[in-house]
């Protein structure tokens, strides 16, 4: 079975500052996908980045980076330069071969000027 | 543009009427998922399909009934809808590919917030 930890329900940061949410996961499978969706209070999911088990070099997609480290099971979520409009839910996820895509319970992040 | 298309957005129904909601995707996706959000529980999985005529239950499927006639739609029915099911519901899909989809995100519609009184 796979699991994924969240473990900050809520995250205070500045704007321009950068922050990093915390993603843990467990699984048996060799080969599986970590991924990171941020939900605003509109309600959508909005896929953000893609990291893939067998990947050497860590994810990056704008302002969005997943730092990678497979021996230690986590998948932690930077943002760089934090805007108003990253303040949202995010929530990590993962993947295996053929199966689900299991969530973690989420962070909310607010984003103060 | 490529996206996955719900609706309604918002339904308010009483307990027992029958209810669908709709969900279709324009990027030839073979898995498409149903999932629902409540507060504390996260998104719990209630049915998945990995290609037209394939389906299987998720983690919370009781209540829910799904079907797969074309690649393109994967509606919800809630036969007998009871305010145990008042939640936030989405429609998901995605490739699967050679590899068998761990690489494929899932591309979320906008949303169905339920309510059943």
């Known amino acids: 079975a796979q699991k994924i930890t969240q473990t900050q329900p809520g995250m205070f940061v500045q704007e321009k500052e950068a922050v990093t949410l915390d993603c843990t996961y467990d699984?048996?499978?060799?080969?599986?996908?970590l991924f990171w969706y941020k939900q605003p209070s509109s309600g959508e999911m909005i896929f953000l980045i893609y990291?893939?088990?067998?990947?050497?070099q860590n994810a990056t997609e704008g302002r969005y980076s997943l730092n990678f480290q497979k021996a230690r099971k986590s998948a932690n979520l930077v943002i760089s330069a934090s805007q108003l409009g990253d303040s949202a839910m995010y929530f990590c996820?993962?993947?295996?071969?053929?199966?689900?895509?299991?969530f973690g319970t989420g962070t909310r992040l607010l984003v103060s000027p | 543009e490529a996206q996955v298309t719900q609706n309604p957005r918002y339904l308010i129904t009483v307990t027992g009427k029958k209810l669908t909601v709709t969900c279709s995707q324009n990027?030839?996706?073979?898995?498409m998922s149903w999932y629902r959000q409540d507060p504390g529980l996260g998104l719990r999985q209630i049915y998945y399909?990995?290609?037209?005529?394939?389906?299987d239950k998720g983690d919370v499927p009781e209540g829910y009934k799904v079907s797969r006639k074309e690649k393109r739609n994967f509606p919800l029915i809630l036969e007998s809808p009871s305010p145990n099911q008042t939640s936030l519901y989405f429609c998901?899909?995605?490739?699967?590919?050679?590899?068998?989809?761990?690489?494929?995100?899932?591309?979320f519609g906008n949303g169905t917030r339920l309510t059943v009184t």
């Open positions: 998901a899909s995605s490739l699967v590919g050679v590899e068998g989809s761990y690489n494929s995100p899932l591309h």
């Open positions: 699984t048996s499978d060799q080969s599986y996908g």
């Open positions: 990291q893939g088990s067998y990947d050497e």
């Open positions: 996820a993962m993947r295996g071969f053929r199966s689900k895509l299991v």
């Open positions: 990027m030839n996706h073979e898995y």
């Open positions: 399909s990995m290609n037209v005529e394939v389906t």
